[in-house]
């Protein structure tokens, strides 16, 4: 584990993240992005975004095998005890583990982050794990957009 976050500006000549393109942030990403982005730990293949996110860390885990888009998404979710909101609330909540779901434009599931209290934390593919403000930071061609948020209570409290 990392003592500190590092900037992704930093991390091309370290090779923290080196992630096979999950997702393409590289010298070409807008500067006003890369420096809103910090490296929490580097590399593990060992687990996906969507395992990251559902606190799973020795397994890959594939929301289309329940089904295609928020329909799978939604089998996907109910057995991990979460359910999708009806509205983007973005706000954190300490009695609460929120995830934002990413989609392609053809409805396909293609990326999870966790809410954290200063923000979202993602896991690109088989690379590294990065802190992010914004859920805009990683939409694209690559990811899709944010298209839904999932939410279960902890603690027993609602």
């Given at each position: 584990?990392?003592?500190?976050?590092?900037?992704?500006?930093?991390i091309?000549?370290?090779?923290?993240?080196?992630?096979?393109?999950?997702?393409?942030?590289?010298?070409?990403?807008?500067?006003?992005?890369?420096?809103?982005?910090?490296?929490?730990?580097?590399?593990?293949?060992?687990?996906n975004?969507?395992?990251?996110?559902?606190?799973?860390?020795?397994?890959?885990?594939?929301?289309d095998?329940?089904g295609h888009?928020?329909?799978?998404?939604d089998?996907?979710?109910e057995?991990?005890?979460?359910?999708?909101?009806?509205?983007?609330?973005?706000?954190?909540?300490?009695?609460?583990?929120?995830?934002?779901?990413?989609?392609k434009?053809?409805?396909?599931?293609?990326?999870?982050?966790?809410?954290?209290?200063?923000?979202?934390?993602?896991?690109l593919?088989?690379?590294?794990?990065?802190?992010?403000?914004?859920?805009?930071?990683?939409?694209?061609?690559?990811?899709?957009?944010?298209?839904?948020?999932?939410?279960?209570?902890?603690?027993?409290?609602?």
């Open positions: 584990m990392l003592s500190r976050s590092r900037s992704l500006l930093e091309e000549d370290i090779g923290l993240c080196n992630n096979g393109g999950f997702p393409k942030l590289n010298y070409y990403t807008p500067l006003q992005v890369l420096q809103k982005i910090s490296v929490l730990k580097p590399q593990d293949d060992n687990y975004c969507f395992a990251y996110a559902f606190h799973v860390f020795d397994e890959w885990l594939y929301p095998n329940y888009g928020l329909i799978g998404m089998r996907f979710a057995e991990w005890g979460y359910y999708r909101l009806e509205r983007m609330n973005l706000k954190f909540l300490r009695n609460a583990l929120k995830v934002a779901i990413y989609a434009e053809d409805g396909s599931i293609a990326h999870a982050a966790l809410r954290v209290p200063n923000g979202w934390e993602s896991k593919g088989a690379g590294c794990i990065i802190s992010h403000k914004d859920l805009a930071y990683l939409s694209g061609p690559l990811y899709g957009s944010p298209i839904a948020i999932y939410r279960t209570f902890i603690g027993g409290f609602r």
